[in-house]
Structure formats: C-alpha cells, structure tokens
C-alpha cells in the first residue's frame, strides 16, 4: 500500500510561487506514473499534470501550461509542482496522485489513479 504526502501550500498573492511536493513510500515510487489533481470549492476535481515513471513524459492541463512544471526525483521517492505567476483562480486543494498499476505510461484520468494523498491547500490571493 502506497502512501501519499503533499506538502507546500500556502497562502500566497497573484503572481507569485509556490512548489508543492509528494512524498511517496510503501511502493517502488519509480514503476508508477504520477500526477497532480486539484479541486475548487464547488468544482469537480482535475488534473492538472502528470508524468511518466521515468519523467520523460509529462501532461499539462491547458490552464497551467507555461506556469506549472511538474518532476519527479525517483532517488527520493518524490514529486514536485512548481506553480508560477500563480492567479486567484488557481486556488483549491491540490492532490497528488499515483496510477493504479504500472501498465500507465502518462495519464490525466482520476479512475487511472488508485492512491491520493490528503491535500495541501493553495490559496491565491488577488
């Protein structure tokens, strides 16, 4: 069973960054493809970005691309999304995820993900 912990939310004023990490334990971090979902109050959860095992492949969604990046550091069993030029309409609780069998090589659908971390909250203020 694999274990998810986000950290690095914030409150933090347009325009600015934050980096929000994953650490990952309890499975080979490096066989499993990752992303990053996030949820608005009153909005369905999206992904955001996602990326391959190996980090050679990466998702965007359209609203992020250009400000966000997403890695991945295997040795250290851990993800990461820099968010920059942040907008007040980037503000919501942030997952992590990571797909359910090592079958995926990228995805951005929530049922290809079978573990979540609890959330670390983004606020944007304007």
């Known amino acids: 069973q694999v274990q998810l912990v986000e950290s690095g939310g914030r409150l933090v004023q347009a325009g600015g960054s934050l980096r929000l990490s994953c650490a990952a334990s309890?499975?080979?971090?490096?066989?499993?493809?990752m992303g990053w979902f996030r949820q608005a109050p009153g909005k369905e959860r999206e992904c955001v970005a996602a990326?391959?095992?190996?980090?050679?492949?990466?998702y965007y969604a359209d609203s992020v691309k250009g400000r966000f990046t997403i890695s991945r550091d295997n040795a250290k069993n851990t993800m990461y999304l820099q968010m920059n030029s942040l907008k007040p309409e980037d503000t919501a609780v942030y997952y992590c995820a990571q797909t359910r069998s090592s079958y995926y090589i990228v995805s951005s659908y929530e049922a290809d993900f079978g573990s979540w971390g609890q959330g670390t909250q983004v606020t944007v203020s304007s």
């Open positions: 990326i391959s095992r190996s980090g050679g492949s990466t």
């Open positions: 309890g499975r080979t971090f490096s066989s499993y493809a």
